[in-house]
């Protein structure tokens, strides 16, 4: 019998040949070595067969238990590879690429014995490592991820200009900061995931550290206590007011601990200090002075709604938080859109429709109101999936509404006669408006179609003919081009809308 591994001996004299031979001469070579690698592939089929076996009884090769083992540790690793939301500087991150750098160094440290079956499964393990650091990888260098990182700079650099007030135990900030803040929120529900877990999550953690920091600014600049009383009132007012003011610099520290501008402060360390406040609240006696329990009271409770902000990032890995396919705000949304979808299809493969406006106009109001009903909660990709199933519904009413005030005003011909020539183009405007936003409504394309290019340049050519319009000082007329350039302009911006390819 061969010894072990002849195969492997075999294969490589064979390759190693059969490369060096001249392209004339490798037929040659194949013939000559041919024989003695059938002859020890045959001998290693039957060692596999007899290590199957073996395996079978549960005695698999000290090598491939080995494997088994390392397989396993490499797939616990692969769901936190799968949920990294971070970036290659992030701590977890460097954590995850030890692990899995260590996973190779064990899987080459396995001997073969050249044995085949042990040098496929040795090969197995190492393709799946290397290919989850290489999602590892991915998942820190997406272009999406590195825009959403991006974004939170321009938010930390905002939050640094704006943070010493909050120091200070002011609250004065300026209108700058606040629309800055809000065009960022505006940016992130923007980015694009493609249904991806890790850049859902990130986006998700973003999102909450800077909506938490706009609710924080707007509890400190919009809060009404009741109170405070004058010092003198009672000894322990005095005490109270003391802490409202280091209640005031900690949502400071706790902004810069949130958007990560702080180097010299801890949640823990500021978890420490509101519960040293809260502490210092209860040890106070104010029995039989109601006004003065209650002022207490509203204290205590903005302490605790700033704790509650340092829960975020466990809440941020919670999979429902940020999966928000399976969010209950969400899904009662694309039930009511898919409501609107029956009323639109029906409109549109109708050939006489006026028959079903009135009915239509009451479902889509109803729909409206359904949609107000939706609590977004503090999530800015809910409330923009809200807005903008609220445009879709409205702009299917102005639909309706423009075809109505069409075929009503083809049924008095002689007061159409008798208007004024400014009022009659306007109207001619508003009757090529209705046909293009039938399209509009029934565009399933993007912005790369020759349909998108075509329907953009006739909306822009229908507010070029109402600019045109002269309406030579009648009010009603300019009353009349001015809604019609509102109109035109909402078509354009849903066209805009449907092709921005947002995703929630």
Not at 26 to 52: I, N, P, T, Y
Not at 69 to 94: C, H, M, N, P, W
């Amino acid at each position: 019998e061969p010894p072990a591994g002849a195969l492997a001996v075999a294969r490589c004299n064979f390759l190693f040949a059969l490369r060096r031979a001249p392209p004339r001469g490798r037929r040659a070579v194949a013939a000559m070595e041919g024989q003695e690698a059938l002859s020890a592939e045959g001998e290693q089929v039957h060692l596999e067969l007899d290590e199957g076996r073996g395996m079978d009884m549960g005695n698999q090769h000290p090598s491939i238990k080995r494997l088994h083992e390392i397989q396993k540790e490499v797939k616990e690793i692969e769901q936190q590879v799968a949920l990294f939301s971070g970036l290659s500087t992030d701590r977890d991150y460097k954590k995850l690429e030890r692990s899995l750098t260590k996973q190779l160094f064990e899987i080459d440290s396995v001997d073969t014995e050249g044995k085949g079956d042990i040098q496929q499964a040795r090969k197995r393990a190492a393709q799946e490592t290397e290919r989850l650091l290489k999602e590892l990888e991915q998942n820190a260098n997406h272009p999406c991820r590195l825009e959403i990182e991006a974004l939170f700079k321009e938010a930390q650099s905002l939050v640094e200009r704006e943070i010493t007030p909050f120091y200070k135990g002011g609250n004065c900030i300026s209108d700058e900061f606040e629309d800055g803040i809000q065009d960022i929120v505006l940016r992130l529900t923007q980015v694009k995931t493609g249904g991806k877990v890790s850049l859902r999550k990130a986006r998700y953690r973003t999102l909450t550290k800077i909506c938490a920091v706009q609710e924080i600014i707007e509890n400190g600049v919009k809060q009404q206590l009741s109170l405070p009383l004058s010092n003198d009132a009672h000894p322990s007012v005095s005490k109270i007011n003391s802490v409202m003011c280091d209640v005031n610099k900690a949502r400071g520290t706790l902004i810069a601990l949130l958007m990560g501008v702080s180097s010299n402060d801890t949640c823990r360390h500021l978890s420490c200090v509101l519960t040293g406040l809260i502490a210092d609240l209860d040890a106070l006696d104010v029995c039989g002075h109601t006004e003065i329990r209650n002022y207490r009271k509203e204290v205590v409770e903005e302490i605790n709604k700033l704790q509650r902000y340092l829960d975020l990032d466990e809440e941020a890995n919670s999979t429902h938080a940020y999966d928000l396919a399976q969010n209950q705000s969400i899904l009662k949304i694309e039930e009511i859109r898919k409501k609107m979808k029956e009323v639109n299809s029906l409109l549109l493969k109708t050939e006489n429709a006026s028959d079903l406006y009135l009915g239509s106009k009451a479902e889509l109001q109803g729909l409206i109101a359904h949609l107000d009903e939706v609590s977004p909660g503090k999530n800015p990709c809910i409330r923009e999936a809200r807005r903008r199933a609220v445009i879709e519904v409205q702009t299917l009413i102005t639909y309706i509404d423009l075809k109505e005030a069409l075929e009503k005003r083809q049924m008095y011909p002689e007061r159409t006669a008798a208007e004024h020539q400014s009022h009659k183009a306007i109207w001619t405007v508003l009757g090529n408006l209705s046909q293009i936003q039938q399209e509009v409504i029934s565009f399933d394309g993007n912005r790369t179609d020759k349909n998108y290019m075509r329907l953009e340049e006739l909306l822009t050519k229908q507010l070029l003919a109402l600019d045109a319009v002269d309406p030579q000082g009648d009010e009603r007329c300019k009353a009349a081009r001015k809604q019609a350039v509102k109109l035109a302009q909402n078509i354009l911006y849903y066209l805009d809308m449907k092709t921005d390819e947002w995703e929630y």
